[in-house]
């Protein structure tokens, strides 16, 4: 999100006649971009405010700004604690950057931006595009959430539902495929529930289908995906699709049904795994990839175990995994939290241990194996490599031409990382 977020910002501001620089000795405007799933994000977001502060005193015309989720909770807050911030602007707010920026040019004002605004205002505020000649690019199709999970900040700071014509979706699509993207991947904080308020609209299942169709589109993948509002439609698509990749992000956090209810996940550990087994029947070859948290609040040790047994029985090639933090304004905030930091950074650790031995086995497998590898870019490995992904979103470092970024290349893996693979171009 907060790439697509940021990409719109350069094209707000480039009417200004700002353009991209690489450090911020070099800007006269310098923005941060934040997200705050985590509490560690807003001491973050203020330890890089204070890294800013030397080259501020030195330069007191230079403009920092701070935008995204952790500006949207914060607000004037922000402002009232770095006295030389200039602007802060929420979630909804990104159109008001140019004259939040002119404001402090001009008449070395500050400001914050961080009221919610109506759907159809919403709607009508995406910007372009900015043209990047990249093989992969994101598009949002939805913004906000309706689901107000008990530990998730995400409805407070980005607001509620709102779904993008699908018209306008394909579009984007096509105009980006025009410019040489051959990679599209549709973005939402719960892309499952695409236009369900919106009657006439078509569905998500539907708008894959229409995007699919795009000549010239390679690869096609979606983020993020709610269980309970993965229909069997949804899932058939990963057989019938050729440009859905293999690959899906399922959180499911939990595997005991009593913390699953006091998540407000709206789905049980059965119904995660039934649509787990329909994805596979659909598409063997599919890999998934999923969150966790740990030590949400009245986790017992057989909650914890439940979850380690749906692991064993899934299978994740790889999983982002969390401690619970509190996150103001979310219902779990309240709840009583009686265990251990000893114990839950226990269960934190045997869950990394698990995944750990389960990724090794499934990315050890693709040893000697021949894939299609979508080349991105130069690779960080040195000069004369270059690095590409599988359709199971695997990066593989390989040797080859700078030539071949954009193509799809058959590669042979070599060796197995914990986050690559090394290969030869067949």
Same mark, same amino acid.
């Given at each position: 999100m907060?790439?697509?977020d940021?990409e719109?910002?350069?094209?707000?501001l480039s009417g200004l006649?700002?353009s991209?620089?690489d450090?911020?000795e070099?800007a006269?405007?310098?923005l941060l971009?934040t997200?705050?799933?985590?509490?560690?994000?807003?001491?973050?977001?203020?330890?890089?405010l204070?890294r800013f502060?030397?080259?501020?005193?030195?330069?007191p015309e230079?403009?920092i700004?701070?935008g995204g989720?952790?500006?949207q909770?914060?607000g004037e807050?922000?402002l009232?604690?770095?006295?030389?911030?200039?602007?802060v602007?929420g979630?909804?707010?990104?159109?008001?950057?140019?004259?939040l920026?002119?404001?402090?040019?001009q008449q070395?004002?500050?400001g914050?931006?961080?009221?919610?605004l109506?759907r159809e205002?919403?709607?009508n505020l995406?910007?372009?595009?900015?043209?990047?000649?990249t093989v992969?690019?994101?598009?949002?199709?939805?913004?906000g959430?309706?689901n107000?999970?008990?530990?998730?900040?995400?409805p407070h700071?980005?607001g509620r539902?709102i779904s993008?014509?699908?018209?306008?979706?394909?579009?984007e699509v096509?105009k980006l495929?025009?410019?040489?993207?051959k990679?599209?991947?549709?973005?939402?904080?719960?892309?499952?529930?695409?236009s369900l308020?919106d009657?006439g609209?078509a569905?998500f299942p539907?708008?894959?289908?229409?995007?699919n169709k795009i000549?010239?589109l390679?690869?096609l993948?979606? &983020?993020t995906?709610h269980? @309970?509002?993965?229909t069997?439609e949804?899932?058939?698509? #990963?057989g019938? !699709?050729?440009?859905l990749? +293999?690959h899906?992000?399922l959180?499911f956090?939990?595997?005991s049904?009593?913390i699953?209810?006091l998540m407000?996940?709206?789905?049980?550990r059965?119904?995660y795994?039934s649509k787990?087994e329909?994805l596979?029947k659909?598409?063997?070859?599919i890999?998934?990839?999923t969150?966790?948290?740990?030590?949400?609040?009245?986790?017992?040790?057989?909650d914890f175990q439940a979850?380690l047994?749906?692991?064993k029985?899934?299978?994740?090639?790889?999983?982002f995994t969390f401690?619970?933090?509190p996150r103001?304004?979310t219902a779990a &905030?309240?709840?009583a939290? @009686?265990d251990?930091?000893?114990?839950k950074?226990?269960? #934190?650790?045997? !869950?990394?241990?698990?995944? +750990?031995?389960?990724?090794s086995?499934?990315w050890?497998?693709?040893l000697?194996d021949?894939?299609?590898?979508?080349?991105e870019?130069?690779s960080k490995?040195?000069?004369?490599?270059v690095?590409?992904r599988?359709t199971w979103n695997?990066?593989?470092?390989f040797s080859?031409s700078?030539?071949l970024?954009?193509k799809v290349?058959?590669v042979?893996i070599?060796?197995?990382f914990?986050n690559?693979?090394?290969?030869e171009l067949?």
């Amino acid at each position: 999100m907060n790439i697509v977020d940021s990409e719109q910002i350069v094209v707000l501001l480039s009417g200004l006649g700002y353009s991209q620089v690489d450090s911020a000795e070099q800007a006269d405007l310098v923005l941060l971009n934040t997200c705050s799933v985590r509490d560690r994000a807003e001491r973050k977001v203020y330890g890089h405010l204070g890294r800013f502060k030397p080259i501020k005193d030195k330069r007191p015309e230079l403009i920092i700004g701070v935008g995204g989720c952790v500006a949207q909770q914060e607000g004037e807050k922000m402002l009232e604690k770095v006295p030389y911030l200039n602007l802060v602007f929420g979630t909804h707010n990104i159109n008001s950057l140019p004259d939040l920026v002119q404001q402090a040019e001009q008449q070395h004002l500050r400001g914050c931006e961080t009221d919610f605004l109506d759907r159809e205002t919403r709607l009508n505020l995406f910007p372009e595009r900015s043209f990047q000649e990249t093989v992969s690019r994101f598009v949002t199709v939805m913004q906000g959430c309706d689901n107000f999970c008990s530990y998730c900040i995400v409805p407070h700071v980005r607001g509620r539902e709102i779904s993008r014509p699908s018209l306008e979706v394909v579009a984007e699509v096509q105009k980006l495929v025009s410019e040489g993207t051959k990679e599209i991947t549709l973005l939402g904080q719960n892309v499952n529930s695409y236009s369900l308020k919106d009657k006439g609209e078509a569905s998500f299942p539907q708008l894959l289908h229409q995007v699919n169709k795009i000549e010239g589109l390679h690869r096609l993948r979606f &983020a993020t995906s709610h269980p @309970k509002d993965m229909t069997d439609e949804l899932i058939e698509c #990963f057989g019938s !699709l050729d440009a859905l990749c +293999h690959h899906i992000h399922l959180p499911f956090q939990s595997g005991s049904d009593r913390i699953l209810k006091l998540m407000n996940r709206g789905y049980t550990r059965d119904d995660y795994l039934s649509k787990v087994e329909k994805l596979r029947k659909s598409c063997p070859q599919i890999r998934l990839t999923t969150d966790i948290i740990v030590g949400f609040p009245g986790e017992k040790e057989e909650d914890f175990q439940a979850t380690l047994d749906l692991m064993k029985e899934v299978g994740f090639a790889d999983a982002f995994t969390f401690l619970y933090s509190p996150r103001v304004e979310t219902a779990a &905030a309240k709840m009583a939290d @009686k265990d251990s930091a000893l114990v839950k950074q226990d269960r #934190f650790d045997r !869950l990394l241990e698990l995944q +750990h031995q389960t990724s090794s086995v499934i990315w050890n497998s693709d040893l000697g194996d021949i894939q299609s590898v979508l080349v991105e870019g130069k690779s960080k490995r040195g000069e004369g490599d270059v690095f590409g992904r599988t359709t199971w979103n695997r990066i593989v470092n390989f040797s080859g031409s700078i030539q071949l970024v954009g193509k799809v290349v058959p590669v042979k893996i070599t060796d197995v990382f914990r986050n690559a693979h090394l290969g030869e171009l067949v």
